[in-house]
T-cell receptor
């Protein structure tokens, strides 16, 4: 059974903290994605990666960075968390670009 | 980024009723997809549509790729309580935007037993 796992389901951080969200997939997929989900806004792409050490900005990359040192792992980094980054963060991977497999999400609250 | 207009935003229906939701765009899409997100989980792909005019079914779900390539609808027949969740349309860009993916804002479905 294919699986995308995210390191935490719930996370509470303080403004200014550095936050790491980890995502691991066991399907040997080349493509990995980070989305954030907010009510009424749907899913917005933050960053994606087509290969190890490769990354491309999505629609809302400001305030975020990513790291992909290994094929199965894609990390999202909030360099200095702010309250407007309180959101649900979804990681996804795909072999064929169109068919995304999503993780369960991390609900991040920044106080 | 690209805007996908998905409607309705939410629906409250009785078990057994049919449901219809749709998505429109100002731009042409190469592919339309429909995902469902169960409460507390990530979205899961339901149906993918690859050709204008294509009509595809998956059990009680039916989706169509609009002939203009700018819209798609999803129908659910004889709804049941486990249909509850958020349904997202997604489109793959056309031409130079073929590697871009856009999601609608979602339709939240509530089914009353």
């Amino acid at each position: 059974d294919v699986k995308v796992t995210q390191s935490s389901r719930y996370l509470v951080k303080r403004t200014g903290e550095k936050v790491f969200l980890e995502c691991v997939q066991d399907m040997d997929h080349e493509n990995m994605f980070w989305y954030r989900q907010d009510p009424g806004l749907g899913l917005r792409l933050i960053y994606f990666s087509y290969d190890v050490k490769m990354k491309e900005k999505g629609d809302i990359p400001e305030g975020y960075s990513v790291s992909r040192e290994k094929k199965e792992r894609f990390s999202l980094i909030l360099e200095s968390a702010s309250t407007n980054q309180t959101s649900m963060y979804l990681c996804a991977s795909s072999l064929v670009l169109l068919h995304l497999f999503f993780g369960p999400g991390t609900r991040l609250t920044v106080l | 980024g690209q805007q996908l207009n998905q409607s309705p935003q939410s629906m409250f229906i009785q078990e057994g009723e049919d449901v219809s939701m749709n998505c429109t765009s100002s731009s042409i899409f190469n592919t339309w997809l429909w995902y469902k997100q169960d409460p507390g989980e990530g979205p899961v792909l339901l149906i993918a549509l690859y050709k204008a005019g294509e009509l595809t079914s998956n059990g009680r779900l039916t989706a169509q790729f609009g002939i203009t390539r700018k819209d798609s609808f999803l129908n659910i027949s004889a709804s049941i309580p486990s249909d509850v969740g958020i349904y997202f349309c997604a489109g793959q860009g056309f031409g130079n935007n073929f590697n871009k993916f856009y999601f609608g804002s979602g339709t939240k479905l509530n089914v009353k037993p």
